[in-house]
């Protein structure tokens, strides 16, 4: 098993949310569980990531357009304004220090995480789930670096009464590895990244129909 020791959870972007969760559904063997909507126009489906068969704080987001938000013009997260097809494009990492000296630190090294906002999402029952976030849009994806989240007193949904998929390795491409190796450092982000033509992020999973990659 190889993935970020302060893996949070992968992001798996969508163009349409419903057709996406629907196709993710029949090509694993595991449905999605509908999470909630967040202000910025998107909205996602939950799969918690088990390791080694055991439960553990990891989950797989898919994101796409709130089919049902208030202003139907593009979403600007997660490159889903320009999105044509499903990609695995980021992750998340949880941070042991302030989220907002991890910033600083990475801005040290010349990778700029966004500044530290506060995000929300409501669930289906109406519950409001909050956290902070240091998120930027990158000028590309998939992005290899993670953006950072801290869960405050919000339970990870990871640990949720969510179905699963075994995860069993994250790894990443990118055609100038070494001009990335700063910006995880200072994040303290341990992924498996290798040189390839373009940015490429992949993960290998297990569900009920085999190990297959998500990319």
Do not use: C
């Not at 993935?3 to 196709?23: C, I, Q």
């Not at 126009?41 to 987001?61: D, H, I, K, M």
């Not at 796409?64 to 938000?69: A, E, F, H, L």
Request: overall charge negative.
């Amino acid at each position: 098993m190889s993935f970020p020791s302060t893996l949070d959870h992968l992001v798996y972007a969508v163009p349409d949310l419903e057709a996406g969760a629907a196709a993710f559904a029949e090509r694993t063997g595991v449905a999605p569980v509908r999470g909630g909507a967040h202000p910025v126009g998107s909205a996602n489906f939950l799969v918690a990531l088990t390791v080694g068969g055991r439960r553990a704080p990891y989950y797989l987001e898919i994101v796409g357009p709130d089919p049902d938000r208030e202003d139907p013009g593009p979403v600007r997260v997660f490159g889903l304004a320009d999105l044509d097809r499903p990609r695995l494009a980021t992750f998340a990492v949880r941070v042991e220090d302030d989220l907002s000296t991890v910033v600083e630190r990475a801005r040290a090294v010349g990778h700029d995480p966004g500044d530290v906002d506060p995000w929300s999402r409501t669930t289906p029952d109406g519950t409001v789930l909050r956290w902070l976030l240091a998120k930027r849009e990158p000028d590309v994806y998939p992005a290899p670096v993670p953006f950072l989240i801290d869960w405050g007193r919000t339970p990870q949904p990871g640990l949720g009464d969510l179905p699963a998929l075994e995860l069993l390795a994250v790894r990443a491409e990118h055609p100038d590895p070494d001009s990335l190796a700063p910006a995880l450092a200072a994040l303290g982000v341990d992924l498996d990244l290798r040189k390839g033509p373009e940015p490429l992020l992949e993960a290998d999973l297990r569900g009920p129909g085999g190990e297959f990659v998500l990319r």
